[in-house]
């Protein structure tokens, strides 16, 4: 199942706060992550949060997100240190 990525207008923002070397990775990890035939699999469930139910990890970054089928809304992207507060 081939997976669609919609960023919200908060998780730009955040995107275009990051310095250009970073938003570069981060674009490189999320399209890794779209090609496989099963993203979630490398995505961590989150337990009691209130941006979103899951997460990936790029460098000391996180990229949170919710699942509606088969479209990926990208919520947040922060460093690690703010992204759970």
Known sequence: ???ELKIESRARN???SLDSVVQ???????????D???????AKKLVD????NYRWRIGNFRAVFDIDGNVIKLLR???RKDVYK
């Open 1 to 3: 199942m081939k997976f």
């Open 36 to 42: 496989q035939d099963d993203p979630i699999q490398y």
């Open 77 to 79: 992207i922060q460093h």
């Open 49 to 52: 949060s209130k941006d979103g």
């Open 14 to 16: 955040d995107i275009q």
């Open 24 to 34: 570069k990775r981060v674009a490189k990890k999320l399209k890794f992550y779209l």
